[in-house]
């Protein structure tokens, strides 16, 4: 079974200032996307990026980016700029992107992580 | 209003009653999903459906059912509702894999 692991509970980050934010995945699967999902206290769960693993490049949403590292399975979050509504729990989720089973379009979450950003 | 919603937003019930939680998208998405989360866990799938009466359990399907006889439709019951159910439950749709939307939750408290 696949597994998300989110080892940081919880994280800080002065306004204007960059923050990494850590996942690790297991998987013996090679055809998978993965997301960073996130849920500001109105607990609204809103996609902030996806990453397919066929794709080499890093996909990259304005001020987010992420470090995808397939071989250590491992996909981070960066937040360039921080801002105060970026404060939220912060969860990566992975998908199959192979059609058909019974896998196909679910997600397994990890446990989040709770940023704080400090004005 | 376009999008996917849950009713009631808020539930108190008592142990042993059953509750039944709504789910509504106007998308049309194939895809339909319930999940669960709690403090330490994450999101939890409970159950979820590839079209119309197609469902199949997530991760923690005990004590709840659902039904999928119309597309924009998911509800989930809780037949006999225990303390351990109390939770914040969210609903979900997609059409694309993994771009699941999310409905605003529905906080449900068992006493």
């Known amino acids: 079974a696949q597994t998300v692991t989110q080892s940081q509970p919880e994280m800080s980050v002065q306004e204007a200032e960059t923050v990494t934010l850590s996942c690790t995945y297991d998987?013996?699967?090679?055809?998978?996307?993965l997301f960073w999902y996130k849920q500001p206290p109105s607990r609204q769960m809103i996609l902030v990026i996806r990453?397919?693993?066929?794709?080499?490049q890093n996909a990259t949403e304005n001020r987010f980016s992420v470090n995808f590292q397939k071989a250590a399975k491992s996909f981070s979050l960066k937040i360039s700029d921080s801002q105060l509504g970026d404060a939220a729990m912060y969860f990566c989720?992975?998908?199959?992107?192979?059609?058909?089973?019974?896998?196909?379009?679910?997600?397994?979450f990890g446990q989040g992580t709770i940023l704080t950003v400090h004005p | 209003d376009a999008g996917i919603t849950q009713s009631p937003r808020y539930k108190i019930t008592e142990t042993g009653r059953q509750v039944t939680l709504m789910c509504h998208q106007t998308?049309?998405?194939?895809?339909m999903f319930w999940y669960r989360q709690d403090l330490g866990h994450g999101l939890r799938l409970i159950y979820y459906?590839?079209?119309?009466?197609?469902?199949d359990k997530g991760e923690v399907p005990d004590g709840y059912v659902v039904s999928r006889s119309k597309t924009e439709n998911f509800p989930l019951t809780l037949e006999s509702a225990t303390r351990s159910q109390t939770s914040v439950y969210f609903c979900?749709?997609?059409?694309?894999?993994?771009?699941?939307?999310f409905g605003p939750g529905t906080r449900l408290t068992v006493t």
């Open positions: 979900a749709s997609s059409e694309i894999p993994g771009e699941q939307y």
């Open positions: 998987t013996s699967e090679s055809d998978y996307y």
């Open positions: 990453q397919e693993a066929y794709k080499q």
């Open positions: 989720a992975y998908g199959l992107l192979r059609a058909g089973g019974t896998s196909y379009g679910k997600l397994t």
């Open positions: 998308w049309s998405h194939s895809y």
């Open positions: 459906s590839a079209a119309a009466d197609i469902t």
